[in-house]
T-cell receptor, first 117, second 114 residues
Framework: GAVVSQHPSWVICKSGTSVKIECRSLDFQATTMFWYRQFPKQSLMLMATSNEGSKATYEQGVEKDKFLINHASLTLSTLTVTSAHPEDSSFYIC?????????????FGPGTRLLVL | AQTVTQSQPEMSVQEAETVTLSCTYDTSESNYYLFWYKQPPSRQMILVIRQEAYKQQNATENRFSVNFQKAAKSFSLKISDSQLGDTAMYFCALITSGTYKYIFGTGTRLKVLA
């Protein structure tokens, strides 16, 4: 159990276009989902925390108008990179929290590689 | 502020041998949880083991075990009978009760040698 899927696994787009990434918890309900960005050979950087039915909470320095997050249901969160630019190229990972409060173990999706040309 | 430190950027171990990855952390909270995640070349983050701070007994999952020293704020991961498939980046993470956010260490890159 505790499987999280992410789609697409990789995407190449032109500068100025928008890209949507989906994150789904397949066998459990996740009240909280997270979006991370990871640069090569570095740790995960939390971008935002997404709660079902409410606005996402963004980390300091993350542009909320650029990285739109929607948590429409207990099993689906989406990240839209708007007007993507080459500097947005990265590896994006979502996770879903199972459990309440500080007991919430996070289960991660397989990640999405984004390349903006 | 809460921090997680992994002081070993890279390690290697011979197949079938045992290796220990270090992790130290700092938090003023009394109720927290610690995790080790593995990220192989596929970059899929995989939960290896989890430890509740209130439990004195060290967590174990097959060949993976931890040495949790609460007073020293140390949480090391021991991998026994290392296998080639254990080659990966290993991240230590901390979460405190009342917050959903993980604090990750910088990772240790482990290579298992044939």
């Amino acid at each position: 159990g505790a499987v999280v899927s992410q789609h697409p696994s990789w995407v190449i787009c032109k500068s100025g276009t928008s890209v949507k990434i989906e994150c789904r918890s397949l066998d459990f309900q996740a009240t909280t989902m997270f979006w991370y960005r990871q640069f090569p050979k570095q740790s995960l950087m939390l971008m935002a925390t997404s709660n079902e039915g409410s606005k996402a909470t963004y980390e300091q320095g993350v542009e909320k108008d650029k990285f739109l997050i929607n948590h429409a249901s207990l099993t689906l969160s989406t990240l839209t990179v708007t007007s993507a630019h080459p500097e947005d190229s990265s590896f994006y990972i979502c996770s879903a929290s199972r459990g309440q409060g500080g007991q919430g173990t996070q289960y991660f999706g397989p990640g999405t590689r984004l390349l903006v040309l | 502020a809460q921090t997680v430190t992994q002081s070993q950027p890279e390690m290697s171990v011979q197949e079938a041998e045992t290796v220990t990855l270090s992790c130290t952390y700092d938090t003023s909270e009394s109720n927290y949880y610690l995790f080790w995640y593995k990220q192989p070349p596929s970059r899929q983050m995989i939960l290896v083991i989890r430890q509740e701070a209130y439990k004195q007994q060290n967590a174990t999952e097959n060949r993976f075990s931890v040495n949790f020293q609460k007073a020293a704020k140390s949480f090391s991961l021991k991998i026994s009978d290392s296998q080639l498939g254990d080659t990966a980046m290993y991240f230590c993470a901390l979460i405190t009760s009342g917050t959903y956010k993980y604090i990750f260490g910088t990772g240790t890159r482990l290579k298992v040698l044939a």
